[in-house]
DNA sequence: TTTGCTTTGTAACCTTTGTTACAAAATGGT
DNA sequence: ACCATTTTGTAACAAAGGTTACAAAGCAAA
């Protein structure tokens, strides 16, 4: 397995060790990596492409809550590891995904051990803190052509291109409301050009930015 | 000072450390215990009362994030405190409050040493990830009046007394909505008969529940 | 008691968002 | 080419929430 992008984050020697007691494992656009209930051994560090985090509520509502790409890692399942609990979260690969795996029992030693280990896990969570109170301010104070507009941009900047691969149906669902909403939405920034509408695709056009 | 509730957190050997490197304080209902851009050295373990943690968006939009009690501390303090970085947040008594600030030398060593200070550290980090991820789902998928009731069942819980003592500005701010709107729909819970309304203060009647 | 400030009540109106219903277009499999 | 399925466009209407404006009530200090 291919861990140079580890070692601008990690001293040689905790990459070592997460090469010896980690597990690496690929996944290919849409499959399930985590899933409700399931129980969770592991903890995975993303080495390459993008998983989607979702959670659902008591009422089946289910909602994104961030995605994470290379080199981060899912702060939620932390707690729930050492603590060997059911997920309370859905992770689902975004596009080809490749993780490794890194078995509960270790991820208290490290702690101690490496500095960078620690700052790492520290991190995480407060990036993590940071996403969901952006998502709570944007849901909060933001209405949804603000939100909607924040979104296109964000898959912009997650994916690399200016060309957004999304049903209406799948937006209404990640920003929560029904997907009429969005086609009017759309189609109100379309008449603005500052996007162009094609079947599953939406181009964002240099006015949008 | 009395850190007997710790015991039944903490091992009696990181209580003792807690003791003598801890420093205890003390702050009166409405006092400021944190706030924006301050910097963190020390992080609380709050001994009594409750603690209101805020945060401030870059449009100036103030927003409840949780609130913490006895036993509980502020993690988002804690990655700051290492980093030692600016508060993101501002931290307000609800009532009198006792907290032990723990200086930041201690936090990673105890981290290590003490199972218990990793477990309650984390522990507390996801309960916190819940509490936000609650708030997302309330503001996402329930109406207003549902998360009126539920924000009034929240501080019933939280004081203890059926009797809230609050204005409708109040609690507008903290729902992030405006004033009319409350008043409206604090009128409708009158005219069923699930409260009664006084000048700042608003009584839950046993058929509110 | 008078004055000024805060809090609450209420009406009228506007904007945003959600819902239902139906049609047209695009796509993929046979 | 034909059919079933998915995706998108649009209209018409309903509901929720936000805004403005003003009045009345409560409270506190002078």
């Known amino acids: 397995m291919n861990l140079d992008n580890l070692q601008h984050v990690f001293e040689p020697k905790l990459v070592t060790e997460m090469q010896q007691f980690g597990t690496w494992q690929s996944f290919k656009e849409g ?6 209930g399931k129980y ?19 009422n089946g509502n289910e909602i994104l809550l961030y995605y994470l790409s290379s080199n981060e890692s899912c702060s939620m399942a932390y707690s729930c590891c050492v603590e060997a609990k059911k997920s309370e979260v859905r992770a689902i690969a975004e596009d080809d995904v490749e993780l490794i795996a890194i078995p509960h029992v270790k991820l208290d030693d490290w702690l101690c051990q490496y500095t960078s280990w620690r700052n790492y896990i520290m991190r995480g969570f407060n990036e993590r803190f940071i996403e969901l109170l952006k998502s709570i301010e944007s849901i909060a104070f933001h209405k949804l052509d603000d939100r909607l507009v924040a979104y296109l941009k964000d898959k912009q900047r997650l994916t690399g291109s200016s060309v957004i691969k999304a049903s209406h149906y799948l937006i209404a669902d990640e920003l929560a409301t029904s997907r009429v909403v969005i086609s009017r939405l759309l189609k109100q920034l379309e008449n603005s050009k ?11 056009l240099p006015s949008f930015v």
Chains 1, 2 share one sequence.
Request: charged share 35%.
């Open 31 to 36: 499959d399930l990596i985590m899933d409700y």
């Open 40 to 58: 969770i051994r592991m903890m995975p560090v993303i080495l390459k492409g993008t998983v989607k985090v979702l959670r659902m509520d008591e």
């Open 194 to 204: 500052k996007i162009i509408l094609y079947r599953n695709e939406i181009k964002l």
